[in-house]
């Protein structure tokens, strides 16, 4: 973009540009309103403003939302699934999710994904480009939207970093996302709603604890050792499970906040009764918990989801080993949602 985001700035940094424009300072308030309560499209939209500084913000600013490619609903459990174009073309998905306490969104953090994980889908294509903080938001408001089209009154009550993507390899732009989505004067979702899920960038998630946010870290682990590990995860090669949990040990010191394992089962892969048992031994004595989930297939990959009874029996070593365990519901199943698998329709894999 030559232009700025206007939507990834802070109420703040607009008061400081609209003073240097020539404007009040209020002005910044009402464009901030604007943008992150009513979450308008374009400036035109804002009434409430001279037509000059309209014309001003124009050509000034960038405002882009993003737009529905495509939009499905799961005929099992209400999950809808998007995919989003970009300004530029390129595509990323979110994922709308029902639970009995709330609606949560699911967002990408970035249009492809530098990782590699072998099991997922997210790294089709490639990786294109990081997404600003505004674009990370608009994957949010467009979900508000559709809600609110279903049911004035429904509203989005969590987020979850969790989308295509890795939310700490693109850091500024997610703190950025975080601090936006939960400002008073915008969305005001509290940071308590939020969760951001890591591949295990050690050296991010130092970073991220210092700051002190009040969000949930979920950190993708999938697998007891680093030989299993190794094999699904290459960011292992650079940060091993023990690096890993010494990181989460730190964050947990900084912040009181107690760290969430991801865990999907891959049938003969991770889901052995051993496997649980060395998951155990790692977490003993953490302030932890383990979600574990059956792997959505990918088409494409050679991993398989394990049957019902695997993940009950894992959970239950887990739990008689003193791990706080749950297993999660895949959700969406009948309309590819699992991240990456949208896109993997739009974008040809190298």
């Not at 374009?42 to 000059?52: D, I, R, T, V």
């Not at 072998?118 to 994957?139: I, K, N, P, Q, V």
């Not at 467009?142 to 693109?170: C, F, H, W, Y």
């Not at 003993?284 to 050679?302: A, C, E, F, Q, Y």
Request: aromatic fraction near 6%.
């Amino acid at each position: 973009m030559i232009k700025p985001d206007i939507k990834s700035m802070t109420q703040p940094q607009l008061a400081e540009i609209f003073t240097e424009m020539g404007e009040q300072p209020f002005r910044a308030r009402q464009v901030f309103s604007w943008l992150h309560k009513k979450r308008v499209g374009s400036f035109n939209e804002m009434s409430s403003l001279p037509l000059a500084l309209r014309d001003k913000c124009n050509e000034k600013f960038t405002l882009n939302p993003i737009k529905t490619k495509k939009r499905l609903v799961s005929d099992i459990d209400s999950t809808v699934k998007y995919l989003y174009g970009l300004y530029d073309g390129c595509t990323v998905e979110s994922a709308v999710m029902h639970y009995r306490h709330g609606t949560s969104v699911c967002i990408s953090t970035q249009a492809g994904c530098k990782m590699g994980c072998a099991f997922c889908a997210s790294d089709t294509g490639g990786f294109a480009r990081d997404l600003t903080a505004g674009e990370m938001l608009d994957e949010v408001y467009t979900a508000q939207k559709d809600l609110e089209t279903q049911t004035p009154a429904n509203r989005v009550s969590g987020v979850v970093l969790m989308g295509i993507g890795e939310p700490l390899d693109n850091f500024e732009n997610t703190l950025r996302f975080l601090e936006l989505i939960s400002s008073p004067g915008g969305f005001n979702l509290s940071a308590r709603r939020i969760s951001l899920s890591t591949c295990g960038l050690a050296d991010k998630i130092d970073g991220l604890a210092d700051y002190k946010l009040g969000i949930t870290l979920s950190v993708s682990l999938h697998a007891p050792n680093d030989e299993i590990r190794n094999q699904l995860m290459p960011i292992n090669n650079k940060w091993p499970i023990d690096a890993l949990l010494s990181s989460c040990k730190r964050y947990f010191d900084k912040t009181g906040r107690r760290v969430s394992y991801e865990y999907a089962l891959i049938d003969n892969v991770n889901d052995r009764p051993e496997h649980a048992a060395q998951l155990a031994a790692k977490l003993k004595g953490t302030k932890s918990h383990v979600n574990l989930i059956r792997l959505n297939d990918v088409p494409g990959k050679p991993y398989r989801a394990p049957g019902q009874s695997n993940a009950a029996g894992f959970a239950k070593i887990l739990t008689e080993k003193g791990i706080t365990t749950t297993v999660r519901r895949r959700l969406g199943s009948d309309i590819n949602a699992a991240c990456g698998q949208l896109r993997q329709e739009e974008v040809p894999s190298h």
